[in-house]
């Protein structure tokens, strides 16, 4: 992934979608570029103009936000 922290961003209401394969150019977002690697973009949506944390390391266990797990170390 391109980022090991989070992209953190006001988004508006609208449906959204986190590229899990890391090979997009608009990080944290998808651009179709996940073609042959089993990955697919993880859509989501906002209801109201809100401020997001978006992962930006791939490792997070609720996608598309962050929950801190770019930063534990591998047990
Ligand atoms: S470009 Fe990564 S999931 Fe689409």
């Known amino acids: 992934m391109p980022k090991n922290a989070p992209y953190t961003m006001w988004l508006k209401k609208g449906t959204y979608y986190w590229c899990s394969c890391g090979k997009s150019e608009i990080e944290p977002f998808c651009d ?40 534990r170390r591998p047990q």
């Open 32 to 71: 179709s570029s996940h073609g042959g690697t089993g990955k697919k973009p993880f859509e989501f949506v906002i209801n109201m103009s809100e401020e997001v944390s978006l992962c930006g390391c791939g490792k997070t266990g609720r996608p598309p936000y962050c929950d801190g797990s770019h930063d």
